[in-house]
Every structure is written in structure tokens, then in C-alpha cells.
């Protein structure tokens, strides 16, 4: 309803500028009128936050994302997208996002069937549904394994202790990885 539809351009852009306002504005007016607008889901199934844990030479990832719209009746689940444009690799690396999201809707008990994702672009002018196929979500395994293997070596190396002159203490839990260690092995 439009009072509804202003008070979320008021709390949304308090301090914006008046352009920003007008494609607000403009946002919703494209919304209200496709046949999205007319869905009725459950409060739970939209903004569901989800989590994703994997375990990753020997630690554990836990990667958070919240799903615009769960949409179960129809095994799928949608994802709101405002950018002015979409293009190919847009839709490339939104569906990393789409397979992280799939993958933690998957260990939910409720959800045992494998929902396909749906990316929604709201354009000034209108709704475009942009279904992401099977192959393209599946690809999207090794680039989310590769990026996680990435961020557990960085974590790694920022917790590995500095190098010192002194001599490592005994019993110290670090001595398997210390440069100290290994530079007195060497000599």
C-alpha cells in the first residue's frame, strides 16, 4: 500500500539526495505493478538468514547471507538485484552467492529438495527474472572451495607467530610451525 511504500523511502533514505529518493521511488512503482508484489509469503521466508559451514584444512568456515525470498511451493528462492544494469559477469558472480545460499538452504531439514535460485533485476522500467541454470550454480562449487582455501592460508599466517632471535620455549605449541625452528634446522 502506498503509506507502507513511503514510510520505506522515508526510513530508507533519510539523508539521501533527491535523485536517490526519485529512483527509490521509481523501484517500488516497478515492484507494485509486476506479480511480485502480490505474493503473500511467510514471514519466515523472507530476509531468511542462512549459514553455511564448512570445514576447511582442519578449520571450520561459517559463511553467513540472508535470502530475499524463499520461495518453497515453487522450489526456488529468489534474490533481489537494483543495479542499474546486469550483465554476464554480473550474473556470474552473483551465482557464487546464489550457490552459497542453495548449499545452506540444502542442510536445513525442512528444505530436502534442492531449490533453484532466482535472480529478480528491479529496473526503473520493470521486474526481469533471470533463472540461473543448473550447470552455471554448479560451477560455482570449485570457485567457492578455491576462495575458501584462500582466506583459512590467510588467517593462517596472520595467527603464525612473528619470528624472534630467541629460542622458541619448550613445549611452546607453535615450534611444527615456527621460522626460528626451522632456520636452527638449517644451520
Not at 542462512?50 to 559463511?63: K, S, Y
Amino acid at each position: 500500500d502506498e503509506a507502507y511504500q513511503e514510510h520505506l523511502i522515508d526510513s530508507a533514505l533519510a539523508d539521501a539526495d533527491s535523485a536517490s529518493v526519485e529512483r527509490l521511488r521509481r523501484l517500488i512503482a516497478a515492484f507494485a505493478a509486476s506479480p511480485w508484489s502480490e505474493l503473500r509469503p511467510a514471514p519466515e521466508d523472507v530476509e531468511r538468514p542462512v549459514h553455511l559451514v564448512r570445514e576447511v584444512a582442519g578449520a571450520i568456515v561459517d559463511i553467513g547471507g540472508v535470502v530475499d525470498l524463499l520461495l518453497s511451493a515453487q522450489a526456488q528462492f529468489a534474490d533481489f538485484k537494483t543495479n542499474r544494469r546486469l550483465d554476464e559477469s554480473d550474473v556470474e558472480n552473483y551465482a557464487l552467492q546464489m550457490y552459497i545460499y542453495q548449499q545452506a538452504l540444502l542442510t536445513e531439514p525442512a528444505l530436502a529438495t534442492k531449490l533453484q535460485p532466482l535472480i529478480v533485476h528491479v529496473t526503473e522500467s520493470g521486474l526481469n527474472e533471470i533463472p540461473l541454470d543448473e550447470a552455471l550454480v554448479s560451477r560455482q562449487a570449485e570457485r567457492l572451495d578455491q576462495a575458501l582455501s584462500q582466506i583459512v592460508e590467510l588467517e593462517s599466517i596472520q595467527q603464525r607467530p612473528a619470528p624472534s632471535l630467541q629460542p622458541p620455549c619448550e613445549g611452546c605449541p607453535f615450534v611444527d610451525i615456527c621460522p626460528d625452528t626451522a632456520l636452527r634446522s638449517e644451520r
